[in-house]
């Protein structure tokens, strides 16, 4: 089975903080994402990378920062923290098929985020 | 751009059937997923369609027509754990978003004893 794990379930921090968000998977996928969801706007892309130390803008990448140093691990960083990024962070991870189709995406169990 | 469109709410009894509309527009489309999630968790993978027609799997068929750009999830025999938000994203294939998926807002579906 795919594993995607998030660092915490849940973290409280405070405006201006400077936070990191840590996603580790454990079946070699090329491709690593972050999204942020909240209540009536769906799933958000803020990052996404498709091999070590590549990294590509989604829709909403302000605020944010990525971190891919090794295959397994994509980091979201939050330079500055602010109320507005309150939210429920989820990573996701996925595979290059033959003929350079992409599988589906696995899900880590989220993080959620409140920022004070 | 890219526009997914699926109805934000939709209710349905125990043991009925329900059908989950979702229409896209999008430029190199390459695909189109189901997920389902439960409250407070991960998206999961449910289907996954690329061709016209139905695809089963079990009380769950998704079908897609990409002249229309449409796709339904079709929930058979409804069971009370069948509550969730069901997730419609298409996938692009196409120059920088090589890979990406698009996500709808969901449905949340809410099935009444």
């Known amino acids: 089975d795919v594993k995607v794990t998030q660092s915490s379930r849940y973290l409280v921090k405070r405006t201006g903080e400077k936070v990191f968000l840590e996603c580790v998977q454990d079946?070699?996928?090329?491709?690593m994402f972050w999204y942020r969801q909240d209540p009536g706007l769906g799933l958000r892309l803020i990052y996404f990378?498709?091999?070590?130390?590549?990294?590509e803008k989604g829709d909403i990448p302000e605020g944010y920062s990525v971190s891919r140093e090794k295959k397994e691990r994509f980091s979201l960083i939050l330079e500055s923290a602010s109320t507005n990024q309150t939210s429920m962070y989820l990573c996701?991870?996925?595979?290059?098929?033959?003929?350079?189709?992409?599988?589906?995406?696995?899900f880590g169990p989220g993080t959620r985020l409140l920022v004070l | 751009g890219q526009n997914i469109d699926q109805p934000t709410e939709m209710t349905a009894t125990e043991g009925a059937i329900v059908q989950i509309n979702c229409t896209y527009q999008?430029?190199?489309?390459?695909?189109l997923f189901w997920y389902q999630q439960h409250a407070g968790e991960a998206p999961t993978f449910l289907s996954y369609?690329?061709?016209?027609g139905l695809e089963e799997k079990g009380r769950f068929s998704s079908f897609l027509s990409r002249s229309k750009g449409y796709s339904y999830l079709l929930l058979k025999e409804l069971q009370m754990k069948d509550s969730a938000s069901y997730l419609c994203?298409?996938?692009?294939?196409?120059?920088?978003?090589?890979?990406?998926?698009?996500f709808g807002r969901g449905t949340q579906l809410t099935v009444w004893p």
């Open positions: 079946m070699d996928h090329e491709n």
């Open positions: 999008t430029s190199g489309f390459n695909g």
């Open positions: 996701a991870s996925s595979l290059w098929l033959a003929g350079g189709a992409q599988e589906t995406q696995y």
């Open positions: 369609n690329v061709l016209d």
């Open positions: 994203a298409v996938r692009n294939d196409r120059g920088s978003t090589l890979g990406r998926l698009y």
């Open positions: 990378s498709y091999d070590v130390k590549m990294k």
